[in-house]
């Protein structure tokens, strides 16, 4: 996979976005279209008390999750990415998706807060290696230039 190709690639889509919901649209889309063996890619939101489900690509998945809940929540409360090699080894984990094996979620932060998180789950254990989740961060870096915190989505 050629990442540099990818971010250079990304940055072009998602410069000329004109809103938040197509911005987030389009950056789940990109990834999922992308990549193999991932089958739910997309964002939380958070609303000033929980992470409410925003754009996303894969099944219908719970609308609300709690700081502290699930994997999630769990980077909400961290601030930092998560990355679940199973997901069926840990207790803190919500299933939304049967078919979901491992999981990472990056925070989205804005000036010190947790604006919403990036959460890809895919249907094989130990999807997201370091390379991967290297990527994926400076994938939400460049997400987060091109996101008008003034504006919300909910
Ligand atoms: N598995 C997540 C819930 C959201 S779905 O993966 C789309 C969690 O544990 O927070």
Redesign the pocket.
Known sequence: MNYVFLLESAKSLLQDSPNNLSLLSNASAFIKDNFDNLN?V?F?LFDGTKLTLGP?Q?KV??EI?HPG??????AYVTKETQVIPD?HAID??????AA?MS?T?IPIMNHGEVWGVF?L?APITNRFDEEFVDFLQKYVEILTKYIDFNKSLI
């Not at 809940?69 to 769990?74: A, H, I, K, L």
């Not at 803190?92 to 998706?97: E, K, L, M, S």
Request: glycine share 16%.
């Open positions: 739910w997309g939380y996303f894969g998945a719970c999750i809940r699930g994997v999630c929540g769990t997901v803190n984990h919500i299933a939304c998706d979901s999981e979620v959460d789950d």
